[in-house]
Structure formats: C-alpha cells, structure tokens
C-alpha cells in the first residue's frame, strides 16, 4: 500500500512539475524576444558596466535556458525523483536569471523615456538592422544621422580588456553623416567600406 502511495506521489510531484516547466519554457522565449529588441539599443543607456552586466547576464540566461531545455526531455511518469530534483533547481536558476534580465530591461525602458529616445530614431534603428549586422551602436553617432541625407555604415570590433569575463566581441556600429553624395563615396572608398553601406536618407 505504502508503495501504491509513493508512486502516486511521484507522478503528482513530476506532474506538478511538467507544468512548471512548459510555463517556465514560454516566459524563456518572451524574455529572449524582449531582449533581442532591446539589446542593440541598450548602451545608448545604459553605463558600460551595465552593459557589460546585460551581456553577461544573458549568456548565464542562455546556459541555464539550454541546460532546461535539455532536461525537459526527460521528464516523464516514469522520471526519479533525482531528475526532478534536478529540473527544479534548473527552474530555480532560469528563474534567476529571468528575473535579473526583466530589472535591467525595465531599467532601459526607463532611461529611453527620460532620455526621449523618440520615433524617428527607433524608425532609423530598424531600417539599420536590415542593412548591417552589430551588436551595439554609438549614440552619438545615432542621433547625428537623423539630420543627415547621406550616411556611411562601419563597425568596429570591440573587445574591451577591463572587462575579460565578456562572452564575445562586440560589433558597434558608426555612422558617419555626410551632406553630400560625393563626400559620402569618398569617405566609403578611402575606408574600404563597400558601397550598399552607403544610404541616402529618404
């Protein structure tokens, strides 16, 4: 009898847990999402420790995401209590990490409302994205080429030494703003930059 008892507590404990799992798993993809929307703009707000902190957050989210991922496979009625146990504190950790990752996400939402990072600027971002590949981008540099009618794209390897824990150089994207086609081409050409990465504004 005690045995029968046993095993029906098992299976409501890892029933209990592929439930946990699966909602855990979805709030994995939406934090994924928001963060890749969010992280090419991050350091136009955010200091270069913060930055850093993000990037390093999100490569402990990424571990612990895949470690559940992996995990979830295994869990069945027939699981040990062991492979719950260690499900759950691969739950506990995700978690964690979901929620250091929402802070700093709440955080950058708040400085680009103070900062008024408006419409135009978040229109431009877009339209950059499906030219070039980077990582992060000079805000400076941003703000300059909303008035601008031609611009001039060019990424800079960065890899900075005081932070050696960083999980990959980071790609940032210059523009450099120019009134005039010519001098557009010429600064292209002397750079070595080919010419789709010249853009006349609309």
Same mark, same amino acid.
């Given at each position: 009898?005690?045995?029968?008892?046993?095993?029906?507590?098992?299976?409501?404990?890892?029933?209990?847990?592929?439930?946990?799992?699966?909602?855990?798993?979805?709030?994995?993809?939406?934090?994924?999402?928001?963060?890749?929307?969010?992280?090419?703009?991050?350091?136009?707000?955010?200091?270069?420790?913060?930055?850093?902190?993000?990037?390093?957050?999100?490569?402990?989210?990424?571990?612990? /995401?895949?470690? +559940? #991922?992996? !995990?979830? %496979?295994?869990?069945? &009625?027939?699981?040990? *209590?062991?492979?719950?146990?260690? @499900?759950?504190?691969?739950?506990?950790?995700?978690?964690?990490?979901?929620?250091?990752?929402?802070?700093?996400?709440?955080?950058?939402?708040?400085?680009?409302?103070?900062?008024?990072?408006?419409?135009?600027?978040?229109?431009?971002?877009?339209?950059?994205?499906?030219?070039?590949?980077?990582?992060?981008?000079?805000?400076?540099?941003?703000?300059?080429?909303?008035?601008?009618? /031609?611009?001039? +794209? #060019?990424? !800079?390897? %960065?890899?900075?030494? &005081?932070?050696?824990? *960083?999980?990959?150089?980071?790609? @940032?994207?210059?523009?450099?703003?120019?009134?005039?086609?010519?001098?557009?081409?010429?600064?292209?050409?002397?750079?070595?930059?080919?010419?789709?990465?010249?853009?006349?504004?609309?």
């Amino acid at each position: 009898m005690m045995k029968v008892e046993d095993e029906l507590e098992k299976k409501e404990v890892i029933k209990s847990l592929r439930i946990a799992l699966d909602e855990t798993l979805k709030q994995c993809d939406s934090c994924e999402d928001r963060v890749h929307q969010s992280i090419k703009i991050a350091n136009c707000v955010l200091s270069k420790e913060e930055y850093y902190e993000l990037l390093n957050e999100y490569q402990r989210f990424e571990n612990n /995401f895949g470690i +559940l #991922e992996s !995990l979830s %496979v295994q869990i069945t &009625e027939l699981s040990s *209590i062991l492979q719950a146990m260690s @499900v759950a504190a691969a739950l506990k950790e995700v978690r964690n990490s979901i929620d250091q990752l929402l802070d700093i996400m709440e955080k950058i939402n708040f400085r680009l409302d103070v900062q008024k990072f408006d419409l135009l600027m978040a229109q431009l971002m877009e339209e950059l994205m499906g030219v070039i590949d980077f990582d992060a981008i000079e805000y400076e540099t941003l703000e300059a080429a909303l008035g601008a009618p /031609f611009i001039v +794209l #060019e990424t !800079l390897d %960065v890899l900075d030494r &005081e932070y050696q824990d *960083i999980y990959y150089p980071l790609n @940032v994207l210059k523009i450099q703003s120019f009134n005039s086609k010519t001098a557009a081409y010429q600064y292209a050409l002397s750079r070595g930059i080919r010419k789709e990465f010249v853009i006349k504004k609309a």
